[in-house]
């Protein structure tokens, strides 16, 4: 089979809040969903190297705050690709910690909720934590972002460690290709009225924050 047939399933774009003894964190996953609904019950696949997997093991929580359409490209950049381990991935996005200790974002996102595991699936890569809501926002708004969205409109792409992390095809310097690709996260650069020449210097990439000097040519 070609790994293409799997590249057909849809997923959403989520935050999963952490905690470890003193401080919360977060990181972003395409892969949550809904399990049973009596009880309610998700399932997060979280790879083993990531900061939040830890975290989960030692405490037995995460919160999913569901990104919406309107959520800012940075904040996908900000939580993720880079570790938890040695940043602070929060310090410029708005959150609330909840009493638990884990955070929730509120960068536009659709609604929020809390999980104790219950139970989990280890694979050699990823673990399936299996958690029960025990509480969550008021109201969901807005339209949740989906994983189509966010690499066709945000131009996108998924971190290592993800399950979906697809291998970018070689990036060449020296040819006359049009398109841009940041090297750090993926996201692409292609406005036809605006070339990247003409991108002010001081511009960054709108998910990662890295300058113009970590793109190159596609
Ligand atoms: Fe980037």
Redesign the pocket.
């Known amino acids: 089979m070609k790994d293409e047939v799997l590249f057909k399933l849809s997923y959403g774009m989520y935050a999963i809040g952490v905690k470890d003894e003193n401080k919360p964190s977060a990181c972003i996953v395409n892969t949550v969903f809904q399990v049973t609904n009596t009880p309610n019950t998700v399932a997060v696949s979280m790879n083993h190297n990531n900061y939040s997997h830890e975290c989960i093991m030692k405490t037995g929580l995460f919160t999913v705050s569901v990104l919406s359409e309107d959520t800012p490209g940075t904040v996908i950049?900000a939580l993720g690709?880079n570790s938890g381990r040695d940043t602070d991935k929060l310090a410029n996005i708005r959150h609330k910690v909840l009493a638990e200790g884990v955070p929730v974002i509120k960068e536009n996102t659709c609604c929020w909720f809390l999980c104790k595991v219950i139970t989990s699936v280890d694979t050699p890569t990823h673990t399936v934590f299996i958690g029960e809501v025990i509480a969550g926002s008021d109201k969901a708004k807005g339209t949740p972002m989906t994983y189509d969205y966010y690499h066709s409109v945000i131009k996108g792409s998924a971190p290592r460690n993800a399950p979906t992390y697809r291998a970018a095809p070689p990036v060449e310097d020296g040819n006359d290709g049009e398109e841009w690709v940041?090297?750090?996260?993926?996201?692409l650069y292609n406005d036809p009225d605006v070339s990247f020449e003409e991108l002010p210097a001081d511009w960054v990439?709108?998910?990662?924050?890295?300058p113009k000097s970590?793109?190159k040519r596609k």
């Open positions: 950049g690709f940041c090297t750090v996260c993926g996201y990439c709108p998910i990662c924050g890295m970590a793109f």
